[in-house]
């Protein structure tokens, strides 16, 4: 998950018999369901939509770290701390994956890094909002790792090897995370007091929409889903996905007792699903564009801790090239 | 003093320190100088707090007064807190952060080498679990004094001045006192002028291949975080950490 909407460069599919004698036998491949790998040939664009659309996601794990590390100095318990910061540390390697599996594509980390900095690149909108109890906490490893599973899941099955063997190894730790999310909501709401209930339900109200926008935009205004689709990079629709989520997700609502801010939500027994009201896409878009409640500082603090480190790096560098020519002179 | 009083006490220090350690760690959270220094410093933080929590369950046990684990590190003020002065010392750049980790590490890894023989099985089963951790601990930040004191001219200043900033609060990891004293002469706890000079030897070894000077011996300076009595960065530290607990005393987490 947390790339939702990623650019394909291509305004219309092509035809099997429009393509090229090499595009043809490469979307042959797709359609046969065989997993293109890294010394492949593949379309440019295709090449191009998959940097994009796995350095986001990778951007997303490493800033994804700030809003949980904004309360890993105030976790209220022992236990508790220790969860937070087992999955910060697991963000981290998420990210440390991914970035890995993007380069098998020929885009180079530091450049990527780069382009996140200088707000050209895009990251989950969802980590835009601000933590503002420990509720959220748990809000954000039910409902946000939440919405990341459903789309990871399916990514497991995206057309790209490298991209897909990420996924299957993601999915494992961020299903822990979510339970670990959901558990602590429970907690708060069967044993605690008043004062924790009102925490979780005001989490659940600022975090239930964002979560959803995590799907991306409506298939009606996802011009780059149809390419995306086509080369199974994407498996699912954004409004698919999205639907599953809320389905699976009502139930959990239930049994902890809560409320969605949502008052279009109910049943729909003839199409066997959840009906939802409608997102505020312009909210989406804003926050998108870097006009959301966060978007500044949280750019601000990875630029400033890359910045403040590059002396450390520098340094290590200079030291690895000193132990290379000491080796070299012991050899001769 | 009885022995339990002093095992208490002990345990206390050796998890407080632990837990304040590990909150400074947790502090770099998305301002590490590399995605790699990200996973590391969680990691090493993460081991902290478990240790942490092992010592302060078992002293939890030993005062018996219906305090847990979670009641010592969360609702205990800074006058009671036994940690080291050294560990409470604000991140600073990452060359304080890399010095404050080895010296600790480099004491604490000699400190559980004891205590995994001691006549006290609880003792020796937590020290024993967290050697190996700190095995790995005192090797990264070793590597780490080493690469910045002997990489650039930046980073070796920056070291220069960063030891000369928490040399000082070294003072307390080569003098035990009375408690530690009386618990190594029982076999329970380790021997204070082993850990020093043993300590040292490995301060030096690591300064020496990075290129930087070891200073002299620090001196005593009126305060002592075994006894309470803290640097004034202790109490804001505490301030963030206990914040929950302390605002919702009724709440279950």
Not at chain 1, 125 to 135: D, G, K, Q, V
């Given at each position: 998950m947390y790339a939702q909407l990623v650019e394909t460069g291509v305004k219309r599919v092509k035809a099997l018999d429009e393509m090229s004698p090499e595009e043809r036998a490469f979307q042959e491949k797709i359609d046969a369901e065989i997993k293109i790998e890294a010394k492949n040939w593949m379309p440019d664009a295709y090449r191009q939509t998959l940097i994009r659309q796995i350095s986001q996601h990778a951007h997303s794990e490493i800033v994804g770290m700030l809003p949980e590390g904004n309360w890993v100095t105030r976790a209220p318990t022992l236990k508790r701390k220790l969860q937070l910061m087992a999955k910060i540390q697991d963000e981290a390697g998420h990210g440390l994956y991914l970035y890995s599996a993007m380069e098998t594509l020929g885009a180079d980390r530091d450049e990527e890094i780069a382009k996140l900095h200088s707000g050209k690149a895009k990251y989950s909108?969802?980590?835009?909002?601000?933590?503002?109890?420990?509720?959220d906490m748990g809000a954000v490893g039910w409902l946000v790792d939440g919405a990341a599973i459903v789309n990871q899941v399916v990514l497991q099955r995206t057309s790209y090897g490298p991209y897909s063997r990420a996924m299957i190894r993601i999915c494992k730790e961020e299903s822990f995370h979510q339970r670990q999310g959901y558990q602590l909501l429970l907690t708060m709401m069967k044993e605690g007091t008043q004062a924790q209930k009102d925490m979780v339900q005001d989490a659940i109200n600022r975090l239930w929409w964002p979560a959803l926008m995590m799907f991306g935009p409506s298939d009606e205004h996802s011009p780059n889903s149809a390419q995306s689709m086509a080369w199974k990079i994407k498996r699912q629709g954004n409004d698919e996905l999205r639907q599953r989520f809320v389905d699976q997700t009502i139930p959990q609502l239930e049994l902890l007792g809560c409320t969605v801010p949502d008052p279009d939500l109910k049943w729909n027994e003839e199409r066997g699903h959840y009906d939802f009201g409608e997102i505020q896409w312009e909210e989406f878009y804003d926050v998108l564009k870097g006009n959301g409640p966060c978007n500044t500082e949280r750019v601000a603090t990875r630029r400033k801790a890359i910045e403040d480190g590059a002396w450390v790096r520098e340094a290590a560098v200079a030291h690895a090239r000193k132990k290379q020519q000491q080796a070299k002179r012991d050899a001769a | 003093m009885n022995q339990r009083e002093d095992l208490i006490q002990y345990l206390l220090r050796l998890g407080d320190s632990a837990l304040i350690q590990g909150q400074r760690l947790c502090e770099w959270c998305g301002k590490a100088p590399a995605l790699e220094e990200e996973l590391a410093l969680m990691n090493v933080g993460l081991d902290l707090v478990g240790q942490a929590r092992n010592w302060l369950d078992y002293a939890a046990e030993l005062l018996a007064d219906g305090r847990d684990a979670d009641d010592l590190a969360y609702r205990r003020d800074e006058r009671a807190y036994r940690n080291l002065l050294l560990v409470e010392q604000p991140n600073g750049d990452y060359a304080v952060t890399i010095v404050k980790q080895f010296l600790y590490d480099a004491w604490h890894f000699q400190v559980l080498h004891a205590l995994s023989s001691s006549s006290d099985e609880r003792v020796a089963g937590i020290a024993a679990k967290a050697l190996k951790e700190v095995t790995y601990h005192l090797r990264r930040s070793g590597e780490w004094v080493e690469r910045l004191g002997d990489g650039t001219d930046e980073s070796h200043q920056r070291m220069l001045a960063a030891i000369e900033q928490v040399?000082?609060?070294?003072v307390e990891l080569v003098n035990g006192d009375d408690v530690e004293q009386r618990l190594a002469a029982a076999g329970i706890g380790a021997q204070p002028d082993e850990i020093a000079s043993a300590w040292l030897a490995k301060v030096a070894d690591v300064f020496g291949r990075a290129t930087l000077p070891v200073p002299p011996a620090a001196s005593y300076f009126y305060l002592s975080g075994r006894r309470g009595l803290h640097s004034e960065h202790l109490g804001i530290l505490l301030a963030e950490m206990q914040f929950l607990p302390r605002a919702y005393p009724d709440a279950t987490w």
């Open positions: 909108s969802i980590f835009n909002y601000p933590t503002l109890s420990w509720a | 040399w000082r609060f070294s």
